[in-house]
């Protein structure tokens, strides 16, 4: 569930922005996988564990910083390496741009400051099957709030095109996600 917020949470930002930021995703791509049931779908089990790559995932995060009236919203670009022989995930998110806040703000739309490196373990169920899920850290700051939250996500498509992310840091109140494809 939380997985499916975040995804509509991103699709608003990129939305809102016109899906800029450097990437090669836009508002339509994220639409169009949102939409398509085979992308949308958590990869099978069995396609996890057979894959033997390493692909990259580039796509779009949103993060909230903040509850209440002293809630910020960001996005930014989100990049992922998968290694599946290792079963490891690497990757960031940054270049962020402040979109919303509950008080106005002449700092919404401007840059800010601030990367959050994510790190992370494709789960095994046991020796020889994965469950496709994603445990593990989220360092870093975004404007000038440190980050030190946990990172958990899945894979999605049928052969594993997509990840969703989520950050979670409940000491820092910040919480977002992103959606990246190969």
Do not use: H, W
Request: overall charge negative.
């Amino acid at each position: 569930m939380k997985n499916q917020m975040i995804a509509a949470v991103s699709l608003l930002a990129l939305s809102a922005c016109g899906g800029g930021g450097g990437s090669n995703f836009g508002a339509a791509d994220y639409a169009a996988f949102a939409s398509d049931p085979n992308l949308g779908a958590l990869t099978p089990d069995a396609t996890v564990d057979a894959l033997n790559s390493s692909p990259t995932y580039n796509g779009y995060s949103s993060l909230i910083v903040g509850s209440g009236l002293d809630a910020v919203f960001y996005y930014g670009t989100l990049n992922v390496s998968a290694n599946f022989s290792s079963n490891t995930l690497t990757g960031s998110t940054g270049n962020f741009t402040r979109y919303y806040s509950a008080i106005a703000s002449p700092s919404n739309g401007q840059s800010a400051s601030g990367s959050i490196a994510l790190n992370g373990t494709i789960t095994p169920l046991d020796n020889t099957t994965f469950d496709g899920s994603i445990g593990g850290t989220a360092i870093g700051s975004i404007d000038g709030t440190t980050v030190n939250g946990d990172l958990t996500g899945r894979f999605t498509g049928l052969n594993a095109e997509g990840v969703s992310v989520t950050i979670d840091d409940s000491v820092n109140d910040v919480f977002g996600g992103g959606l990246a494809l190969q």
